[in-house]
């Protein structure tokens, strides 16, 4: 059982807007919301990225960039290309798509490869990066196999689901994801994730981010929960951890 309070909470959430038609204004409010809430990070589309980091220089508050987002179905040259613009651009998160085709075509070695070189440019960026699996897409065991891989890789996350997919995470999704990698690579759930029960389900179930827009309705939320019961930190069982070896 471990203890959180609301400010340890809100540095799980990574405050998303990855809208097409998201606009200058809406990134300014995303940041500025960051800021006031305390959140890890700004989730965006990787374009955003030099407009969130002007926002952001002067914080705590990480700028995640979306690599060959929603779809991954671009090239391991392409999504390089894109992680390094992005950098230069001042994000100093990373999360890319994979290449769910190749996933299907049972084809691990290029996703292998795919991940290799886009951890590489990262760590030795010192950007922290997170590789999307899309679950929705997947079957259990090919979820296990990308999952293998990552923990051989040893990006710092893996991830759930961008959230533009036909469903976003799952609790039971998560612990499968977090009993293959342990404690050598992270989780971050994303998709679907708008209340505060579903957000400390899937910290319980494993997750170490929680990707989502409703951020600030969430911490709110638990902020009255605490107001409430006149406490100061929350109680979350950290389930997954009484079956990991």
Do not use: W
């Not at 340890?8 to 006031?36: G, I």
């Not at 914080?59 to 040259?77: C, M, R, V």
């Amino acid at each position: 059982m471990l203890e959180y309070t609301l400010d340890e909470l809100s540095r799980l959430v990574d405050h998303t807007n990855l809208h097409a038609f998201a606009s200058a204004e809406d990134m300014k409010k995303l940041c500025d919301e960051a800021k006031e809430y305390h959140f890890r990070m700004v989730a965006i589309n990787q374009v955003q990225s030099k407009l969130c980091f002007d926002q952001l220089k002067d914080t705590d508050i990480d700028i995640g960039a979306a690599i060959s987002f929603p779809l991954g179905q671009t090239t391991i040259e392409s999504k390089v290309f894109d992680t390094k613009d992005a950098i230069k651009n001042g994000a100093n998160e990373i999360d890319y798509v994979i290449n769910i085709t190749e996933v299907k075509n049972n084809n691990f070695d290029y996703i292998k490869d795919e991940m290799k070189q886009i951890v590489d440019v990262c760590h030795k960026n010192s950007v922290l990066v997170k590789v999307i699996f899309e679950n929705a897409y997947l079957t259990k065991d090919e979820i296990k196999h990308v999952a293998e891989i990552a923990k051989q890789v040893k990006p710092d996350f893996i991830k759930t689901s961008t959230g533009f997919g036909p469903s976003g995470a799952k609790v039971e999704d998560v612990k499968l994801m977090k009993s293959v990698v342990g404690d050598d690579v992270s989780v971050k759930a994303a998709g679907g994730i708008r209340n505060s029960d579903g957000f400390l389900a899937m910290i319980a179930a494993g997750a170490d981010r929680i990707g989502t827009s409703s951020g600030v309705k969430i911490i709110n939320a638990l902020k009255q929960r605490l107001d409430d019961d006149n406490i100061s930190t929350i109680k979350i069982d950290r389930e997954y951890k009484k079956n990991m070896k």
